[in-house]
C-alpha cells in the first residue's frame, strides 16, 4: 500500500471509528463545557495502602525504572492534566470520559499519585465543534497542564495547539485523524481501524473459517479499509466468495444477506446502524453465518434487541482494541469504579473510548511517575519519548515510545496489537486465553 493510500485508508479508519465510537455514546445533552476537577482522597473510601501505580503499570524510561511510589493517599501539590469529549452535543456524546478520568485519578491518588503529588484533572467538552475544541485547548495550555490524557476527539483541530506548546496528548486510537499518527507530541496506545480488519483475517484463519464473505459501505473513504481485510485475506490464504458493496441509504438489508449467507463467515464494514439492519434482517432470514466485526460496531442493545442469546451475533468475532469488558484485565478499573463516588452509569467497560481512559490514565502514571523532578509538560513529553517499557499488566500490553514504526504514513502507530473477543451468551466476552493478536506482518506486506 502506497503513502496516498495509506493516508486515505487512516483517514477513512479515523471516520469509521468516529462512527462506532459515536454509537456507543450517551446524546443526552447538558452539562458545563469546561471545568476543573481536583479529585482529593477526602472524596474516597479508605483503601489499602500497600496497593501503589507500579501494582497497575510499571515504566521503563531510559534503562532506569519508575521511581518508588508513596504509600498512603497523595498529599502534595497537584499535576494538573487536560481531558475532553463531546458531552452535549447533537449526537456522537461521550460522557462516560470524564467520570471515567475522574474515578481513576481518585484511585490512583489513595494510592499515591505521582510520587506523592496528586493528579488533578481539567476537563473540556468541546461539543465536536472544531472551534471550540481549539478554544478548549488553548484554555488548557494558558493552565499549564502537563499533557492531554484519554480525550475523544474526532477532529485535529487541537493538535497544532499542544505542538506549539509541546505538550503531549496520551490517547486511544487515531479518532482524529491519520495526522495523530504523524504528530511528534501524539502518543497512541490502541492499534487503529487497519489492525482491527488485518485482526479479523488473522482471527478468521484461527477459528478455521476459511470461505469468507465481505459485506462493505458503499463510502469511498472507507474502501481501503476493507481492501485491508482483503489483504490479510489472501496473505492467510482464505477465500473470500463474495463481496457486496452496500448503499448508504439501504434500510433493508435482506438481499445483502441473502447474498453472503453461505460462507463460513461474514465481514461487516458497516456503520452501526447498518449493522444492527444486517443483524435484523439476519434474524429473519434464519442465518446462521458467523459475522466478522471490529470494534465499537456491533453494540450490546443491538444484541439484546435480536433475541441476546438466540440472536444471529451470537458466536461473533469482533477484533478489538482491548479485551471484553467482563474481562480480568478490567478489574483494578472495576475496583476505581465501585471506589467513585460519583455517578457512574456512563462508565461502560464494553466502549473502548472508556477503556482507552484507563489505559491512558495508566501510561500518564507509569510515565510521570518515572521524572526525577518537577512533573511538566517539558519532563513529561522528555520522559514519554524515552519510555521504552511501559506495561499495563492484565493486556498483556508493552509498549515502546523511543522506536517509531517504518511507515511514513504512521510512524507513531506504536501498538499494532487488537484482540480477539466473541459474543457468548449474548454479552461481549473474551476469545480464547484474550492473548493479543500482533498485525505487524500485514503492515509490513501491505
Not at 179 to 190: D, E, G, L, R, Y
Not at 205 to 228: F, R
Not at 336 to 357: F, H, M, P
Amino acid at each position: 500500500m502506497g503513502s496516498m493510500k495509506r493516508l486515505m485508508a487512516l483517514g477513512a479508519a479515523a471516520l469509521l471509528l468516529a462512527a462506532a465510537a459515536s454509537c456507543g455514546g450517551d446524546d443526552d445533552s447538558g452539562g458545563d463545557t469546561a471545568s476543573t476537577s481536583p479529585v482529593t482522597t477526602a472524596e474516597m473510601p479508605a483503601s489499602d495502602p500497600t496497593t501503589t501505580i507500579a501494582s497497575a503499570t510499571t515504566a521503563t524510561v531510559g534503562g532506569a525504572p519508575a521511581t518508588s511510589t508513596p504509600e498512603g493517599p497523595a498529599t502534595g501539590e497537584p499535576i494538573l492534566i487536560g481531558g475532553m469529549s463531546p458531552e452535549s452535543a447533537a449526537q456522537g456524546n461521550q460522557p462516560g470520559v470524564r467520570p471515567a478520568m475522574e474515578a481513576v485519578a481518585a484511585y490512583l491518588n489513595a494510592r499515591g499519585g505521582i510520587n506523592g503529588r496528586p493528579i488533578e484533572i481539567d476537563f473540556c467538552d468541546h461539543k465536536n465543534d472544531p472551534n471550540l475544541l481549539t478554544q478548549c485547548t488553548q484554555d488548557m495550555v494558558s493552565k499549564d497542564v502537563v499533557a492531554l490524557v484519554g480525550a475523544f476527539v474526532n477532529n485535529p483541530a487541537y493538535l497544532p495547539v499542544l505542538e506549539q506548546a509541546g505538550i503531549a496528548s496520551i490517547e486511544g486510537a487515531a479518532v482524529a485523524g491519520p495526522q495523530v499518527m504523524q504528530s511528534k507530541i501524539s502518543f497512541p496506545v490502541a492499534s487503529g481501524a487497519l489492525a482491527l480488519a488485518y485482526g479479523l483475517a488473522d482471527i478468521a484463519q484461527t477459528q478455521g473459517l476459511s470461505n469468507l464473505a465481505s459485506v462493505e459501505s458503499a463510502l469511498p473513504a472507507t474502501k481501503p479499509i476493507g481492501d485491508a481485510f482483503k489483504a490479510a485475506v489472501a496473505l492467510n490464504h482464505l477465500t473470500l466468495d463474495q463481496s457486496v458493496t452496500v448503499p448508504q441509504t439501504l434500510t433493508d438489508l435482506a438481499s445483502v444477506v441473502a447474498q453472503a449467507d453461505g460462507s463460513d463467515a461474514t465481514f461487516l464494514l458497516l456503520p452501526p446502524n447498518q449493522v444492527l439492519a444486517y443483524v435484523q434482517a439476519a434474524k429473519q432470514a434464519g442465518s446462521t453465518t458467523t459475522l466478522l466485526v471490529s470494534s465499537g460496531l456491533l453494540q450490546q442493545k443491538f444484541i439484546d434487541d435480536t433475541g441476546g442469546a438466540s440472536s444471529p451475533a451470537e458466536g461473533t468475532l469482533i477484533s478489538d482494541f482491548y479485551p471484553a469488558g467482563a474481562d480480568p484485565a478490567w478489574d483494578e478499573f472495576r475496583v476505581a469504579i465501585d471506589e467513585y463516588d460519583g455517578d457512574t452509569k456512563d462508565i461502560d467497560l464494553d466502549n473502548s473510548v472508556i477503556k482507552s481512559v484507563w489505559v491512558t490514565m495508566q501510561v500518564f502514571a507509569a510515565v510521570a511517575s518515572t521524572i526525577d523532578g518537577d512533573v511538566t509538560n517539558a519532563s513529561l513529553l522528555e520522559a514519554l519519548n524515552g519510555a521504552s517499557d511501559v506495561e499495563v499488566p492484565g493486556l498483556g500490553l508493552t509498549l515502546d515510545f523511543t522506536t517509531e514504526f517504518a511507515a511514513a504514513s504512521s510512524p507513531r502507530l506504536f501498538n499494532r496489537s487488537i484482540y480477539p473477543v466473541t459474543v457468548k451468551d449474548g454479552k461481549f466476552a473474551t476469545l480464547g486465553d484474550g492473548t493479543p493478536i500482533d498485525t505487524t506482518k500485514y503492515f509490513e506486506a501491505s
